[in-house]
């Protein structure tokens, strides 16, 4: 059964970080392009960075030189360190393969508050 499964949002005052989790279950992850996902309230989703299997990035030009994706094969788990957050930023954040084609997960809550 697919599962992924993302951790660490909250509420941050705008300039702080965060570090987000996304643990997969389910998959090969270490075959799968992964990506980053959020939709802030009354908007799409988009995306917002992916890393492909062998580890090269891509990021949305909104967090560009703010945001950090990275992954761990070994524990099937990616993750998004954020800094220089700002109220723009909040939105539920999800993860999913490049290109989404799994069931998404519940997501992960992150406010930035000004």
């Known amino acids: 059964q697919v599962q992924l499964v993302e951790s660490g949002g909250g509420l941050v005052q705008a300039g702080g970080s965060l570090k987000l989790s996304c643990t997969a279950s389910?998959?090969?992850?270490?075959?799968?392009?992964m990506g980053w996902y959020r939709q802030a309230p009354g908007k799409t989703r988009e995306l917002v960075a992916s890393i492909a299997r062998g580890g090269n990035t891509n990021y949305a030009d909104s967090v560009k030189g703010r945001f950090t994706i990275s992954r761990d094969n070994a524990k099937n788990t990616m993750y998004l360190h954020m800094n220089s957050l700002k109220p723009e930023d909040t939105a539920v954040y999800y993860c999913?393969?490049?290109?989404?084609?799994?069931?998404w997960g519940q997501g992960t809550q992150v406010t930035v508050s000004s």
């Open positions: 389910g998959i090969i992850f270490s075959m799968r392009a």
């Open positions: 999913n393969t490049n290109g989404p084609s799994l069931q």
